[in-house]
């Protein structure tokens, strides 16, 4: 099984732009609500941790998934 990489991500770089895109507009979402809660205070040091996280997660399940159909693609051709 052979997979190439940099045809996968050619082929898919507009998803992969839409799915970051969408992890950052998640994260700033919840931060944005839990501030609006009185949940988190405005500072960077309040903010930053809850968004890193958000972040991290959508993207990581997100990875996983394009490496899956990625590893999919190549054991089909």
Not at 29 to 46: C, H, P, R, S, Y
Not at 47 to 74: D, F, K, Q, S
Request: net charge negative; hydrophobic share 45%.
């Amino acid at each position: 099984m052979k997979v190439d990489v940099d045809k996968f991500v050619q082929e898919h770089q507009e998803e992969i732009i839409t799915l970051v895109n969408n992890s950052l507009n998640r994260a700033g979402d919840l931060v944005a609500k839990k501030v609006q809660a009185g949940e988190l205070g405005t500072t960077i040091q309040d903010v930053l941790p809850i968004m890193l996280y958000e972040i991290l997660l959508t993207n990581t399940v997100a990875t996983l998934r394009l490496a899956a159909e990625m590893v999919n693609e190549g054991s089909e051709a």
